[in-house]
């Protein structure tokens, strides 16, 4: 690597570790609302939250990488531009052309490696992101709260006066349940104190000195008794993991499937179609281009996205289209802007 590239990529790495680091924090961020939705009827621990953002992070850095690329390379080589460190740069021996080739080999190996991030690595962290809440919703216990309304046991409505923590575990306690799903019936359930069993691949509701009522026809029947269990199946199936040519072959049949695969793939390939973009777009007389440089970025990533959100349902068609034709867009921008000038 010659003194120049060097220099150069010092410099890159610089923004780009600058740039990486505030998408990455935001992008944790949404990630992190989505993982806490999921108490909203399972518990899980301070280390569990973690484990499940760690299944999410090839999705993190797909999208985080691609764009941190592009965005710190334009910026890098603007402000080379802009302090006349180009000039430099030009006079110790380098040219636009050495700067291409040297950068374009460089995306090819990023996007080599994002590739596998998108078709490996986030269809395994998928499958272990499924099976860690299915084995959660079996084992772990319901997150019921107490004095709160809306909260669900299988097809019972439950409200819970208070708990109480011993070494046997968590005790409910003032139960009322109401079942609206009971064919030309409703069907109450009191009790004074109930606890929440695993068993098996099922949780069991285990209620103790209490009254079931159930209104038929305006009827009112009363049942009393000492101890009832309501047991809710959970599924006994986990996904295979590793299982990844199967995850892709459902491409062909949920179109779901079929816009993940062209947007991932899509995403991944952005810094090698994007790289002659952010050469032409950083390389300037600073004089005369002051701020193109922002808003052709901006441009290039709204155009490029959009595009996949639009053919994004066809995967066999919107990935060479949309990866060529920017390719070659920005071969005509490079030859139109960089190649006729320096």
């Known amino acids: 690597m010659s003194r120049v590239n060097k220099y150069l990529l010092f410099n890159f790495l610089g923004t780009f570790a600058s740039l ?14 989505q993982i806490a939705r999921i108490t909203s009827y399972i518990e899980i621990s301070f280390g569990e939250l973690f484990k499940l953002y760690s299944f999410m992070l090839p999705r993190v850095l797909l ?9 710190s390379l334009a910026m890098t080589l603007f402000r080379l531009s802009k302090e006349n460190e180009s000039i430099v740069i030009f006079t110790l021996g380098g040219s636009p052309n050495k700067i291409a080739r040297f950068f374009l080999a460089f995306s090819a190996l990023l996007s080599a490696a994002l590739l596998v991030v998108a078709i490996v690595m986030i269809p395994i962290a998928a499958q272990l992101n499924a099976n860690f809440i299915d ?24 409200y819970v006066g208070s708990e109480s923590e011993d070494k046997n575990g968590t005790t409910y306690k003032d139960i009322v349940m109401f079942n609206p ?3 030309d019936s409703q069907r109450l359930i009191t009790a004074k104190n109930a606890k929440i069993i695993n068993v098996g691949q099922s949780v069991e509701l285990s209620l103790n000195e209490g009254k079931m009522y159930d209104i038929r026809d305006e009827i009112y029947h009363q049942s009393n008794f000492k101890s009832m269990k309501i047991r809710t199946a959970q599924s006994e199936e986990m996904s295979d993991v590793g299982s990844i040519k199967e995850y892709w072959m459902e491409a062909a049949s949920s179109d779901k499937r ?10 991944a390939l952005f810094p090698l179609a994007s790289t002659l973009f952010a050469i032409s777009l950083g390389i300037v007389t600073y004089r005369y281009e002051k ?25 066999a068609l919107a990935i060479p289209l949309i990866f060529f034709v920017f390719l070659l867009a920005g071969v005509l921008l490079y030859k139109a802007k960089i190649t006729r000038r320096y």
């Open 20 to 33: 990486f680091s505030t998408l990455f924090l935001i992008m944790s961020i949404v990630f992190f609302i």
């Open 63 to 71: 999208f985080v990488v691609p764009i941190a690329f592009f965005v």
């Open 135 to 158: 084995y959660k919703k079996t084992v772990a216990k319901l997150n019921l709260k107490p004095t709160q309304f809306g909260q669900k046991f299988s097809d019972w409505m439950v």
């Open 181 to 183: 799903f009971v064919k």
């Open 258 to 267: 079929r816009k993940d695969l062209s947007t991932y793939v899509l995403v």
């Open 291 to 315: 701020g193109m440089v922002y808003v052709g970025t901006f441009g290039v990533l709204f155009g490029y996205f959009t595009l996949i959100m639009l053919f994004s349902s066809k995967p």
